[in-house]
Nanobody, 121 residues
Framework: QVQLVESGGGSVQAGGSLRLSCVAS????????MGWYRQAPGKQRELVVS???????NYADSVKGRFTISRDNAKNTVYLQMSSLKSEDTAVYYC???????????????WGQGTQVTVSD
């Protein structure tokens, strides 16, 4: 079994910053793509940013220049540094990771439980 646990959410005023962390644990040989998604009330879950095992990133246009993703493969951890936060960034942020149990095993995607980010004007 694999668990992803997010931390670092909270409340901040517009223009402020937060840093989210997500640690993956369990039966993991390697992790392929990791990503951050978010879901605001009444809206569908959307991709914020993803990062491959070799560091290639894919940002949503809405967060480019404000958010930065990074990962520490040795710690099975992915981070999301969020700056210049806006009220529209308010959402539950979820971590996602595609993990393998063996070198050539099938990759399965797992989700964290989510962490609330609230940005007030």
């Amino acid at each position: 079994q694999v668990q992803l646990v997010e931390s670092g959410g909270g409340s901040v005023q517009a223009g402020g910053s937060l840093r989210l962390s997500c640690v993956a644990s369990g039966n993991i040989f390697s992790i392929d793509t990791m990503g951050w998604y978010r879901q605001a009330p009444g809206k569908q879950r959307e991709l914020v940013v993803s990062i491959t095992s070799d560091g290639s990133t894919n940002y949503a246009d809405s967060v480019k220049g404000r958010f930065t993703i990074s990962r520490d493969n040795a710690k099975n951890t992915v981070y999301l540094q969020m700056s210049s936060l806006k009220s529209e960034d308010t959402a539950v942020y979820y971590c996602n990771g595609a993990t393998r149990k063996t070198p050539r095993g099938v990759s399965y995607a797992y989700w964290g439980q989510g962490t609330q980010v609230t940005v007030s004007d």
